[in-house]
C-alpha cells in the first residue's frame, strides 16, 4: 500500500535525526503495533493507526513511513533489536553452555509473556504481508532462522565443550523454537500455564535433549 506523500511544498523532508523526529517515529511505530495486535494486519490502516496514536492526519504517518511496508520494516525491526537485547543480557553472565541456553530459553518466553502486543503484532506481519508477487514478505521461515542463528552456537559450543551429547544442532534448535511457539499457545489460552510453568517443562525437556549420556 502506497501512502501519498502529498506536493513537494506541502510538508519539508523529514528531519530523522531529530528528537523530535525520533519520538514520533516512536509514537507511530507504538500505536501501530497496538492496532494491529488488536485489529489484525489487514484491518490496520494508517488512518486508523493515527487514529490511536492520536495524530491529526495521516500525511504525518506518510511524513516519517512513505508505504505501509516501510512501517512494516520498522516494526519488525525494533521489535526483533528489543527482543534480541533483553535475552542477549540474561545470556550474556553465563559460564557454561547449558546455563547460557537454559538462560535464552528462560529470557525468550519472559519477552513473549511481557509483551504480548509485540508477539501478535509480529506475528501478524509474518503472516499477512506480502510482496508485490503475492509471496509473504517475512513469513515463518525468517523466525526460524533467527532461533537457529542465536541457538545453535550455544548447542555446538556445548558439544564442543563435552557438555552437550551428540547431536543435529539445526534440528535441535528448531525443537527448541517449536516448543517455544507451543508454549505462546498454552500461556494465552485457557486453561493457561503461567510463564514460570512454561519455562520450567521447556527447559527440562532441553536439558534432558541435550545431556551427554552416562
Not at 513537494?8 to 497496538?34: C, M, N
Not at 484491518?43 to 492526519?57: C, K, L, N, V, Y
Not at 530459553?105 to 506475528?123: F, G, K
Request: aromatic share 4%; net charge neutral; glycine share 6%.
Amino acid at each position: 500500500m502506497r501512502v501519498t506523500r502529498g506536493d513537494a511544498g506541502d510538508t519539508p523532508a523529514p528531519a530523522q535525526h531529530s528528537p523530535a523526529a525520533a519520538a514520533r517515529r516512536t509514537q507511530i511505530v507504538t500505536a501501530a503495533i497496538e492496532t494491529i495486535a488488536e485489529l489484525g494486519y489487514a484491518q490496520a490502516s494508517f488512518a486508523r493507526i493515527a487514529e490511536r496514536a492520536g495524530i491529526s492526519s495521516t500525511r504525518l504517518i506518510s511524513y516519517h513511513f512513505g508505504t505501509k511496508d516501510e512501517l512494516m520494516d520498522q516494526i519488525v525491526a525494533e521489535i526483533a533489536i528489543g527482543a534480541d537485547r533483553m535475552i542477549a543480557e540474561q545470556v550474556a553472565s553465563q559460564t557454561t553452555s547449558a546455563g547460557a541456553l537454559h538462560a535464552r530459553i528462560e529470557a525468550q518466553l519472559h519477552w513473549i509473556a511481557r509483551c504480548p502486543a509485540q508477539v501478535r503484532a509480529l506475528y501478524e506481519i509474518s503472516m499477512n504481508a506480502r510482496g508485490t508477487d503475492g509471496s509473504l514478505r517475512y513469513g515463518m521461515a525468517a523466525s526460524a532462522r533467527a532461533n537457529v542463528g542465536a541457538l545453535g552456537p550455544i548447542l555446538r559450543e556445548g558439544q564442543d565443550r563435552g557438555e552437550f551429547r551428540a547431536f543435529d544442532t539445526e534440528l535441535m534448535a528448531l525443537t527448541i523454537k517449536s516448543a517455544i511457539d507451543a508454549a505462546i499457545v498454552r500461556m494465552w489460552q485457557p486453561p493457561c500455564l503461567s510463564v514460570e510453568e512454561c519455562v520450567r517443562e521447556i527447559t527440562t525437556m532441553v536439558a534432558l535433549a541435550t545431556r551427554q549420556e552416562p
